[in-house]
């Protein structure tokens, strides 16, 4: 399975993107004098096969997994839900899995990606060796909303350009959950590409990445990194959905 894969949830229709594994250098390297401390140190990992939402979760798609409740402070279909904690996420990827269960492929189950899965996605997988600032571009303006453009509003998803595995949004318009927990640098990160969390007892901030339509362009950068608590909602947090074996 390696094409695109097209899901339908009670008459809603939502696309995941193939991302082909492969090796990247994640994170931003010393000589960067864009880049903050906890984008370092910049270190290799290794990143299984898996998919990933061509877009955020959308509103439509929030209600017609979530019976119709739709929290989100610019309502619009078309728009990405918001005002959803990391908790409400993983409320909704149970949900969703409950209801695919029949219908996905035969031992996947969706969840939130890892922070290493959103980067690598966003730089475009094994595609990229351009080395964009953004995803699939060195313009924002190109890629995303964000505080200039944005109009002090989320947009529709998919009106900006994609990036070179055709995923939409990933920069700007809202920020994304990550499954891992939050740690200050990338000392002692794992290079496999599995969610980097602290066991047994998870800590108070999750990660989430991708700037938003509230920033400037330096916080939208693709190596850009932030955390929130997991009880947090706003209106410029959303998440994305990634889809791969159990």
Request: charged share 25%; aromatic share 12%.
């Amino acid at each position: 399975m390696t094409d695109p894969y097209k899901e339908i949830v009670n008459g809603c229709e939502f696309r995941m993107i193939y991302v082909e594994g492969g090796a990247f250098e994640m994170g931003s390297p010393g000589s960067d004098r864009e880049a903050f401390s906890d984008e370092k140190p910049q270190h290799r990992v290794n990143v299984s096969d898996f998919y990933i939402g061509k877009y955020p979760v959308t509103q439509a798609l929030w209600k017609a997994v979530m019976g119709g409740k739709n929290p989100s402070n610019f309502k619009d279909d078309d728009r990405p839900v918001e005002q959803v904690s990391w908790n409400d996420a993983q409320g909704f990827i149970k949900r969703l899995n409950e209801l695919t269960d029949a219908t996905r492929p035969q031992g996947h189950l969706y969840r939130l990606p890892t922070e290493a899965e959103w980067e690598y996605a966003a730089r475009g997988g094994k595609y990229h060796a351009e080395g964009y600032k953004y995803a699939g571009s060195d313009r924002l303006k190109d890629v995303g909303w964000f505080g200039e453009n944005s109009g002090n509003e989320t947009h529709p998803v998919g009106q900006k350009r994609p990036n070179q595995l055709d995923i939409f949004d990933m920069n700007g318009n809202v920020l994304e959950w990550c499954e891992d927990d939050w740690h200050n640098n990338y000392n002692d990160a794992p290079n496999d590409g599995s969610a980097w969390i602290d066991h047994p007892d998870r800590g108070l901030r999750r990660v989430h990445r991708g700037g938003s339509w509230t920033y400037a362009v330096l916080f939208c950068r693709v190596a850009i990194r932030n955390y929130n608590a997991p009880i947090n909602e706003n209106n410029n947090i959303g998440f994305r959905l990634a889809l791969s074996p159990q």
